[in-house]
């Protein structure tokens, strides 16, 4: 079993920082992709940041300047690091990763339970 878990979320005031950190484990050969997802109330889920496995990024428009995902693959970690949040960034944050199981041959997408970030004004 494959399990990502998320922690970090809180609620900030406008203009202040949090880090959000998701730690992948169980049974898993290698990781792919990871990326942070949010989800705002009313509103569709939405992609905020990726990382391939060579360190790729890439970021929503709405974050860009402001967030830095990173990864630490000796831990199956990523971290995404907000800085001058708004309200507009409360949102549900949830994690994901597409990986390679022990003993299996393809990709598999795996989701987090998420966290909550509230912004306030």
């Known amino acids: 079993q494959v399990q990502l878990v998320e922690s970090g979320g809180g609620l900030v005031q406008a203009g202040g920082s949090l880090r959000l950190s998701c730690a992948a484990s169980?049974?898993?050969?290698?990781?792919?992709?990871m990326g942070w997802y949010r989800q705002a109330p009313g509103k569709q889920r939405e992609l905020v940041a990726v990382?391939?496995?060579?360190?790729?990024?890439n970021y929503a428009d709405s974050v860009k300047g402001r967030f830095t995902i990173s990864r630490d693959n000796a831990k199956n970690t990523v971290y995404l690091q907000m800085n001058s949040l708004t309200p507009e960034d409360t949102a549900v944050y949830y994690c994901?990763?597409?990986?390679?199981?022990?003993?299996?041959?393809?990709?598999?997408?795996?989701w987090g339970q998420g966290t909550q970030v509230t912004v306030s004004s």
């Open positions: 994901n990763a597409d990986l390679y199981e022990y003993g299996l041959g393809y990709l598999k997408d795996f």
């Open positions: 990382i391939t496995s060579g360190n790729n990024t």
């Open positions: 169980g049974s898993i050969f290698s990781i792919n992709a």
